[in-house]
T-cell receptor, first 115, second 111 residues
Framework: DAGVIQSPRHEVTEMGQEVTLRCKPISGHDYLFWYRQTMMRGLELLIYFNNNVPIDDSGMPEDRFSAKMPNASFSTLKIQPSEPRDSAVYFC?????????????FGQGTRLTVV | DAKTTQPTSMDCAEGRAANLPCNHS???????VYWYRQIHSQGPQYIIHGLKNNETNEMASLIITEDRKSSTLILPHATLRDTAVYYC????????????FGQGTELSVKP
């Protein structure tokens, strides 16, 4: 397996524009997590899914952020409208949670810059 | 999830053992101790985890005190490539891998 795949790797957008980040988890994994990393706040859990269903979105900062998982192999994190303070590295991770898990596998991240 | 406390930074000489401490005095009986590391700009990487017994794998050893209120991650022969931020995380086993990251310890391995 190629691991967790995120796209794009880098995104530069103007304030007010819609941004969509994408994630393909490892095949067979049933949990998917979205994290955000900034210098000020470190790594923050935004939302996670189990079997494509959102379980906890308490980390989503504002209504401008939304996440979906239409099927087991794809998830999106959307920011609309984007603001400069959304600039961060966004990571997606997946685990094989059912029956117990040992490790979370992270993607390489998407570096978002909002100007 | 229980809170963890780690030193902000540590140095280690190449080839020597790196011992990274973590305090988790409020850990519950069903919570595990997990260690991850993040090498510059990459996604975090799993290292090791344990409940109450000491654990060892090809990357590191994990020593958990008998009262489970603290633990130490040991990298037996640190290399320059081990320079990274190391995160100690306490979490229950059945939340599918939900991780709440603290600030971690920035380990610098020096030649």
């Amino acid at each position: 397996d190629a691991g967790v795949i995120q796209s794009p790797r880098h995104e530069v957008t103007e304030m007010g524009q819609e941004v969509t980040l994408r994630c393909k988890p490892i095949s067979g994994h049933d949990y998917l997590f979205w994290y955000r990393q900034t210098m000020m706040r470190g790594l923050e859990l935004l939302i996670y899914f189990n079997n494509n269903v959102p379980i906890d979105d308490s980390g989503m900062p504002e209504d401008r952020f939304s996440a979906k998982m239409p099927n087991a192999s794809f998830s999106t994190l959307k920011i609309q409208p984007s603001e400069p303070r959304d600039s961060a590295v966004y990571f997606c991770a997946s685990t094989a949670g059912a029956g117990g898990w040992t490790e979370a596998f992270f993607g390489q991240g998407t570096r978002l810059t909002v100007v | 999830d229980a809170k963890t406390t780690q030193p902000t930074s540590m140095d280690c000489a190449e080839g020597r053992a790196a011992n990274l401490p973590c305090n988790h005095s409020t850990i519950s009986g069903n919570e595990y101790v997990y260690w991850y590391r993040q090498i510059h700009s990459q996604g975090p990487q799993y290292i090791i985890h344990g409940l109450k017994n000491n654990e060892t794998n090809e990357m590191a050893s994990l020593i958990i005190t008998e009262d489970r209120k603290s633990s130490t991650l040991i990298l037996p022969h640190a290399t320059l490539r081990d320079t990274a931020v190391y995160y100690c995380i306490v979490t229950v086993y059945n939340q599918g891998g939900k991780l709440i990251f603290g600030q971690g310890t920035e380990l610098s391995v020096k030649p």
